[in-house]
């Protein structure tokens, strides 16, 4: 397996704009998560799904912001209107069941916003 | 509220020497807590896992211990080398909340040669 795979690696966006990350979980796995790292604020936790369901997302900071899961191989992250301090590295990650209870992150979306 | 606290102060060891790092949380029950690392760049990479019911895990040069009276985890490297060199990230998974998981900010550890 490739591991968890997420694009674009990097982007860069007026404020304003429609942002939309991607996420591909590791295949059997069925919790995913969205996270966003700042020096500031380090690895926050923004939502995480089980069996494709939105289970928390009390770390969503706005209404600007949103995620889906259509199925168990894909997710998005989507902000609209963007702002610059939304800008900072975004992280997918996905975990399996049972004993094995790891999180797999993805290389992580750089975003920029000016 | 739930927090994770890391010693936000980066960490300078000699190579050789074992590093300590501290993982303190409040307002949790967790039912495992983890230890990552992350290098500049990268997503963090799992390194242990230790349950509640466990006092101390060990894995090649790397042991985790946890207290969950002291709601404290210390994580050691011993005969640390260069490329131990890292962000070091604690987590916390919680059964009540579906195991989701949150991290600490991390501590940066620098080994010198």
């Known amino acids: 397996d490739a591991g968890v795979i997420q694009s674009p690696r990097h982007e860069v966006t007026e404020m304003g704009q429609e942002v939309t990350l991607r996420c591909k979980p590791i295949?059997?796995?069925?919790?995913l998560f969205w996270y966003r790292q700042t020096m500031m604020r380090g690895l926050e936790l923004l939502i995480y799904?089980?069996?494709?369901?939105?289970?928390?997302d009390s770390g969503m900071p706005e209404d600007r912001f949103s995620a889906k899961m259509p199925n168990a191989s894909f997710s998005t992250l989507k902000i609209q209107p963007s702002e610059p301090r939304d800008s900072a590295v975004y992280f997918c990650?996905?975990?399996?069941?049972?004993?094995?209870?790891?999180?797999?992150f993805g290389q992580g979306t750089r975003l920029t916003v000016v | 509220s739930q927090k994770i606290e890391q010693n936000s102060e980066a960490l300078n060891i000699q190579e050789g020497k074992t590093a300590t790092l501290t993982c303190n949380y409040t307002?949790?029950?967790?039912?495992?807590l983890q230890w990552y690392r992350q290098d500049p760049g990268r997503g963090p990479v799992f390194l242990l896992l230790?349950?509640?019911?466990?006092k101390e895990k060990r894995k090649e040069r790397l042991k985790v211990t946890f207290d969950t009276t002291l709601k404290q985890s210390l994580f050691h490297i011993t005969a640390s080398q260069p490329a131990d060199s890292a962000t070091y990230l604690c987590?916390?998974?919680?059964?009540?909340?579906?195991?989701?998981?949150?991290f600490g900010a991390g501590t940066r550890l620098f080994v010198k040669a």
């Open positions: 990650a996905s975990r399996g069941t049972g004993l094995n209870t790891e999180a797999f």
């Open positions: 295949s059997g796995h069925n919790s």
């Open positions: 799904f089980n069996n494709n369901v939105p289970i928390d």
């Open positions: 307002n949790y029950s967790p039912a495992y």
């Open positions: 230790i349950r509640e019911n466990e």
């Open positions: 987590a916390l998974a919680d059964a009540t909340g579906g195991f989701k998981t949150i």
